[in-house]
């Protein structure tokens, strides 16, 4: 079955945007010819889900869809149709449920806060890639919201960059 991975980056306080979204602190460990294994993990995917805040921040950075090789999926009540390549869907649950019934590599899921939250709670998050950023946001969207289930974990690896960032992988324990 296809697998769903988290794959983001949170400060060490566990927030992955202030307040007003502003991901600017992601720079900070910006260098040149270093992608922390983002293109290695584009390479075992071939779909994408997005919450639509998400979405939205994305298109304000790069001024369209990225990813045109990839599936693309954004899960939003609000929002329906397609965008360029990205597709809305309302229902994370029922998507990532249609999704891995479906032949193709694995899911990328990329947040934001509420959808890892829901995703979580119906324990459909299969690994959890998560990068962090050496620095304190102090306050913001955590990336980790109260009321999740409990879920054990498997230490897959970690890696240390020279910039401070410290990737870190599990495996989530299906009971």
């Not at 922390?36 to 997005?50: Q, S, V």
């Not at 649950?93 to 709670?121: F, M, N, W």
């Not at 950023?133 to 990336?143: A, S, Y």
Request: net charge neutral; hydrophobic share 40%.
């Amino acid at each position: 079955m296809r697998k769903v991975i988290l794959f983001i980056a949170m400060s060490v306080d566990g927030y992955i945007a202030k307040s007003d979204d502003n991901l600017d602190f992601l720079q900070m460990v910006e260098r040149p010819n270093e992608d922390y294994g983002y293109a290695d993990h584009l390479n075992n995917i071939d779909t994408i889900i997005w919450g639509r805040r998400t979405f939205d921040k994305i298109l304000k950075m790069e001024g369209k869809v990225p990813h045109v090789d990839k599936k693309i999926f954004v899960v939003s009540k609000s929002e329906t149709g397609k965008r360029e390549h990205a597709e809305y869907h309302p229902d994370a649950v029922g998507l990532v449920h249609y999704l891995q019934s479906q032949p193709g590599k694995d899911i990328y899921c990329d947040g934001g806060a509420q959808l890892v939250t829901e995703l979580l709670r119906h324990q459909l998050i299969d690994r959890l890639i998560i990068s962090i950023i050496p620095h304190l946001l102090g306050d913001g969207i955590r990336l980790f919201k109260e009321g999740n289930l409990e879920q054990k974990l498997i230490f897959k690896r970690s890696i240390t960059y020279p910039s401070g960032l410290v990737q870190v992988w599990y495996d989530v324990k299906k009971e």
